[in-house]
């Protein structure tokens, strides 16, 4: 039996000061860096049984990827989910969902094709995308369906 989520972690590097950080499945607000103090990526796993914990309990809107370890596409379009939680780290997280695994989960989201990519927010599904992506147009997916940044503009690229 595997630890309840909010005593999981996994452990982070920080994007701007290089230094280690663990960070938990399941926790109020959203991880940044001990050192630095800036947000981190939140990229974690769950399943039937800590699913709502980890991801309907977020305060933060959730990359829900749901997958299988067997499909081809899941392994490509992994990297370019990685990278989109680290461009939008302190906004967003990404939980992986094995549906070989869960089961139940895959069963309510009524996954029929995998990957099957959604972006929730207090357990209602906002957007939903069954199949892979390249980077461009999963940044472009998913920046459409989450809320705008509260303290600047929505998509890193138009930073200046």
Known sequence: ???????????????????????????????SCGHCHRPLPWITDAGD???TQVADRASVPILV?????????????????????????????LVKVDVDQSPRVAARFAVQ???????????????????AMPLAALREWVHGALPP??????RPEERT
């Open 149 to 154: 940044a509260p303290d600047g503009p929505e």
């Open 1 to 31: 039996m595997s630890a309840p989520a909010e005593q999981r972690t996994s452990t982070v590097r920080c994007p701007h000061c290089g230094r280690t950080n663990r960070v938990p499945a399941a926790a109020e607000g959203s991880p």
């Open 65 to 93: 990827d749901l997958w299988a370890p067997w499909c081809g596409p899941c392994r490509m379009v992994s990297p370019a989910l990685e990278q989109l939680a680290s461009e939008l780290a302190g906004r967003m997280k």
């Open 113 to 131: 094709a995998v990957p099957t990519l959604i972006v929730q927010r207090d357990g209602e599904v906002l957007a939903r995308q069954p199949g």
């Open 49 to 51: 049984d800590d699913f």
